[in-house]
């Protein structure tokens, strides 16, 4: 079992930036793959960024693409998710997710492990 708790969400304006951290316990996150899922209301939970095991590739929604960063530190067995320019479109919960078997980057289904989410709002 793995548990994710994320943190650093908050109210922003439009153009201004956050980083969301997600720290993990229960096993070392080195050995899943990472990605973060935000859910507006009334919305479908919608696929963010993603990285490898070793942080060696990414992929990112073409919504936030240029603009967020995910990375991630074994060591510290934590994944972070740098957001710049945000949008009030950007306004959700975002979630972290450990990958389980059959990964797919962007398919919720494909995530084993899930945070209970930090609210992120962004004025205009």
């Known amino acids: 079992q793995v548990q994710l708790v994320e943190s650093g969400g908050g109210l922003v304006q439009a153009g201004g930036s956050l980083r969301l951290s997600c720290a993990a316990s229960g096993r070392t996150i080195s050995n899943y793959p990472m990605g973060w899922f935000r859910q507006a209301p009334r919305k479908e939970r919608e696929f963010v960024a993603a990285?490898?095991?070793?942080?060696?590739?990414?992929y990112y929604a073409d919504s936030v693409k240029g603009r967020f960063t995910i990375s991630r530190d074994n060591a510290k067995n934590t994944v972070y998710l740098e957001m710049n320019s945000l949008k009030p479109v950007d306004t959700a919960t975002y979630y972290c997710a450990a990958g389980g078997t059959d990964w797919s980057p962007q398919q919720v289904s494909s995530y084993a492990y899930w945070g209970q989410g930090t609210q992120v709002t962004v004025s205009s």
């Open positions: 990285i490898t095991w070793g942080g060696s590739n990414t």
